[in-house]
């Protein structure tokens, strides 16, 4: 189980950076060099108009030893992460509810009768 989680921790770094640079981490013409760029931990650096946050993250995740690389929860617990994480629930929060402005009910006596006309309710889910 450890070997395939510091695999999959790897494969993130791949797929992180080539959603950044969009062209792989590791590319070669053959699979001899392919792999010999992945033992070295050979690859382009981000461009520069991605963060540090997002340069470190790659850099970490692409780190030779699997041991080093960065869980998803190391990740999630990083400050920036958490940050960056929350300002982005706010602005979608605030898009929802300047899309969808709720209407003021009055206290009390609920009438179940109504809820049920408006159809069911949806819990509101985050994508991030």
């Known amino acids: 189980?450890?070997?395939y989680q510091r695999r999959v921790r790897g494969a993130l770094g791949c797929l992180l950076h080539e959603l950044c640079a969009l062209k792989p981490a590791f590319n070669a013409s053959n699979l001899v060099s392919l792999?010999?760029?992945i033992v070295r931990?050979?690859?382009d650096s981000l461009p520069e108009e991605y963060s540090n946050l997002v340069k470190m993250l790659v850099e970490k995740s692409?780190?030779?030893t699997p041991e080093l690389r960065p869980s998803a929860t190391a990740i999630l617990n990083l400050a920036e992460v958490k940050e960056q994480l929350s300002q982005y629930i706010t602005d979608k929060e605030t898009e929802r509810q300047?899309?969808?402005p709720t209407k003021r009910r009055s206290e009390g006596g609920g009438?179940?009768?109504k809820r049920a006309s408006r159809g069911p309710i949806r819990p509101h889910v985050v994508n991030i």
């Open 111 to 113: 009438d179940g009768a």
């Open 98 to 100: 300047s899309a969808h």
């Open 1 to 3: 189980k450890q070997w």
């Open 41 to 43: 931990g050979s690859y």
């Open 35 to 37: 792999c010999y760029k």
């Open 62 to 64: 692409l780190q030779k």
